[in-house]
């Protein structure tokens, strides 16, 4: 396949998958409010699910354009703009541990309602992730650009 064909595909891919996970990052802190109970459980694990996968394809994709790319790798690798871009994002998926191992707990306990007080902590957890995912939007734009390079 022609190199700018493959770098405009992944680009769309990477756009499309970066906005489905800022999609389910505002379902999920939708979700975790005061209120929630048993039966809101299920949907939460399928969406944080969902939120996994499209962060693991995100990697794929994310490094599949530093590979393929037509700046080629070196634009990338030698420029710690990428470099932040990358901690901010290790930082969302750190982050998202906690939020992942609540979920997975409530589900297994399943019974009325989820304490208020780990709602609240969790959603500390979430609105954390949706910062630091701001922040790679602003690298990735920077990077984008030649800034760092
Ligand atoms: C939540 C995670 C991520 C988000 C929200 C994100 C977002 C973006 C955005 C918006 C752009 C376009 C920048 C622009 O053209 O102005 C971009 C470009 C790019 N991203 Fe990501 N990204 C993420 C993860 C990753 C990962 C994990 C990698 C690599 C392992 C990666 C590698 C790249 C590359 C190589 C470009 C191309 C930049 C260029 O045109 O030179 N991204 N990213």
Redesign the pocket.
């Known amino acids: 396949m022609d190199a700018a064909l493959v770098d405009l595909v992944l680009?769309i891919v990477?756009?499309g998958l970066?906005f489905l996970?800022a999609a389910l990052l505002a379902v999920e802190l939708a979700l975790v409010r005061p209120g929630l109970d048993a039966r809101g459980l299920p949907l939460l694990g399928r969406i944080d699910g969902a939120y996994g996968m499209a962060?693991g394809m995100?990697?794929l994709i994310?490094?599949c354009?530093?590979i393929f790319?037509l700046?080629g790798w070196e634009?990338?690798v030698q420029n710690p703009v990428f470099w932040l871009?990358?901690a901010a994002?290790a930082a969302?998926g750190l982050l998202s541990i906690q939020p992942t191992m609540r979920i997975i707990r409530w589900r297994r306990a399943a019974s009325g309602a989820v304490p208020e007080a780990e709602i609240i902590a969790l959603r500390f957890w979430l609105k954390a992730e949706a910062g630091f995912?701001a922040l790679?939007?602003v690298f990735?734009?920077a990077?984008?650009?030649g800034f760092g390079y």
């Open positions: 680009a990477h756009h970066a996970l962060a995100l990697i994310g490094v354009r530093v790319g700046k634009f990338y871009k990358m994002f969302v995912f790679i939007l990735a734009a990077m984008a650009r």
